[in-house]
């Protein structure tokens, strides 16, 4: 079988959710099929020199880029308002791009194209006049369900208004565009029935994200401070609303209590805002190099997850480690886990202050968790 794979933003390195699914999941596709070549954005967020990629990780038989500036822009965030394309989809609408598909699918007969992401969905009608190739989606997230909840979320009344507009607008045009593929691919069975409960009459399956893991689990210690770790893409809007919410409404009350408690951020595209809190109990790592080893290094990870969807590939690379999760109900939602058995799930401050002294309080009781045996 052949495979043209497209993506929105290069696929390496895996330093975050999106990279680290499309990574895992290429080195086993890779394993059975005969040809795997992708066209990607290479974006001024998350650019990647592609001389750089190791042969060995590089599942690959050609790769083809296109740069993009996909940085917001409020004047065409503005006059988006006035068009039928969601402002989200439209900054991943480009002539360039759309060329070099083009030129691809002339050239090379595919058996399957693999989009990865609802953000490429635009480009389906140039896929149909090009190829016979059949289509498959894989979505990562049910999008407009993220932005309904970052606008709930939200307290200021305009930025609440404009997010309940994109969200109704991406909805439309992700339910009435992912009917025009072949195959649906979720990675959970809650995101399909979403799907499925408003329209999707297509052919589809779940494939859930698998974790890839060579590093030896450590042992839960808790030593005489507490050591708690977060990490994801600081650019992420999901993620930055949670790690503020927790630092505000958690973190300041634990270190009021346990003085010698520290938290480690670590992701890639820091906020000043984040960068400029760094004191004695909180340290800021920036964009690491290896997100195994930072989380094996931490007894403790903390997923305050207030808007999101998809599967939580950093809760599951953390659990295949061995570490101890506390997170949100939303941030457990296509992960089969139990409170206090498998994971710990706090809602409110309160509940994440309570779980975070109860693992102060109980290190043996966190290796039996650890261990999920």
């Given at each position: 079988?052949?495979?043209?794979?497209?993506t929105?933003?290069?696929?390496y390195?895996?330093?975050?959710?999106?990279?680290?699914?499309?990574?895992?999941?290429?080195?086993?596709l890779?394993?059975?099929i005969?040809v795997?070549?992708?066209?990607?954005?290479?974006?001024?967020?998350?650019?990647?020199d592609i001389?750089?990629?190791?042969q060995?990780?590089?599942p690959y038989?050609?790769?083809?880029e296109?740069?993009?500036?996909?940085?917001?822009?409020p004047v065409?965030?503005f006059v988006?308002?006035?068009s039928k394309i969601?402002?989200?989809?439209?900054?991943?609408?480009?002539?360039e791009f759309e060329?070099?598909l083009?030129?691809i699918?002339?050239?090379?007969?595919?058996?399957?194209?693999?989009?990865?992401?609802?953000?490429?969905?635009?480009y389906?009608?140039?896929i149909?006049k090009y190829?016979?190739a059949k289509?498959?989606l894989?979505?990562?997230?049910?999008?407009?369900e993220?932005?309904?909840?970052i606008?709930k979320n939200?307290?200021n009344?305009?930025l609440k208004?404009?997010?309940?507009?994109?969200?109704?607008?991406?909805?439309?045009f992700e339910?009435?565009?992912?009917?025009?593929?072949?195959i649906?691919?979720t990675?959970?069975e809650?995101?399909?029935?979403?799907y499925?409960?408003?329209?999707?009459?297509?052919?589809s399956?779940?494939?859930?994200a698998?974790?890839?893991?060579?590093?030896?689990?450590?042992?839960?210690?808790?030593?005489?401070?507490?050591e708690?770790?977060?990490?994801?893409?600081?650019?992420?809007?999901p993620?930055i609303?949670?790690?503020?919410?927790?630092?505000?409404?958690?973190w300041?009350?634990?270190?009021?209590d346990?003085p010698?408690s520290k938290l480690?951020?670590a992701?890639?595209?820091?906020?000043?805002?984040?960068k400029?809190?760094?004191?004695?109990n909180?340290?800021?790592?920036?964009e690491?190099?290896?997100?195994?080893?930072f989380?094996n290094?931490y007894?403790?990870m903390i997923?305050p997850?207030?808007?999101?969807g998809?599967?939580?590939?950093?809760?599951?690379?953390?659990?295949a480690?061995?570490?101890?999760?506390?997170?949100?109900?939303?941030?457990?939602?296509?992960?089969?886990?139990?409170?206090?058995?498998?994971i710990?799930i706090?809602?409110t401050p309160?509940?994440?202050i309570?779980?975070?002294?109860?693992?102060?309080?109980?290190p043996?009781?966190?290796?039996?968790?650890?261990d999920?045996?």
């Amino acid at each position: 079988m052949r495979f043209l794979q497209l993506t929105k933003k290069f696929p390496y390195p895996p330093y975050d959710g999106e990279s680290l699914l499309i990574s895992n999941f290429n080195k086993i596709l890779k394993k059975n099929i005969e040809v795997l070549d992708l066209l990607t954005f290479n974006t001024i967020k998350h650019y990647f020199d592609i001389k750089k990629y190791p042969q060995e990780e590089n599942p690959y038989n050609n790769i083809d880029e296109v740069y993009l500036d996909n940085r917001i822009n409020p004047v065409d965030a503005f006059v988006n308002l006035f068009s039928k394309i969601p402002y989200n989809i439209s900054r991943f609408i480009n002539n360039e791009f759309e060329i070099k598909l083009k030129g691809i699918l002339k050239n090379n007969n595919y058996d399957y194209i693999l989009m990865e992401s609802v953000f490429l969905l635009p480009y389906v009608k140039t896929i149909k006049k090009y190829s016979n190739a059949k289509i498959i989606l894989r979505s990562h997230n049910v999008e407009y369900e993220i932005w309904e909840r970052i606008a709930k979320n939200s307290r200021n009344i305009p930025l609440k208004l404009y997010t309940l507009y994109l969200a109704k607008k991406l909805k439309k045009f992700e339910l009435t565009h992912i009917n025009n593929i072949d195959i649906l691919v979720t990675l959970t069975e809650r995101d399909l029935k979403k799907y499925t409960k408003n329209g999707y009459k297509g052919k589809s399956m779940i494939v859930p994200a698998g974790i890839i893991s060579e590093i030896k689990p450590q042992k839960i210690d808790i030593k005489d401070n507490l050591e708690v770790s977060f990490l994801g893409s600081l650019d992420w809007m999901p993620n930055i609303e949670g790690l503020n919410w927790f630092i505000k409404n958690v973190w300041k009350e634990i270190i009021i209590d346990l003085p010698g408690s520290k938290l480690h951020i670590a992701g890639r595209n820091t906020p000043d805002t984040i960068k400029q809190m760094q004191n004695q109990n909180l340290v800021v790592h920036g964009e690491i190099p290896d997100s195994k080893i930072f989380l094996n290094s931490y007894p403790i990870m903390i997923v305050p997850l207030l808007s999101g969807g998809g599967m939580r590939l950093k809760i599951m690379e953390a659990l295949a480690l061995g570490r101890v999760i506390i997170t949100t109900s939303l941030g457990t939602e296509g992960i089969d886990a139990k409170d206090e058995k498998d994971i710990l799930i706090a809602n409110t401050p309160k509940e994440f202050i309570d779980k975070i002294k109860f693992c102060y309080s109980n290190p043996e009781k966190l290796n039996k968790i650890s261990d999920r045996k």
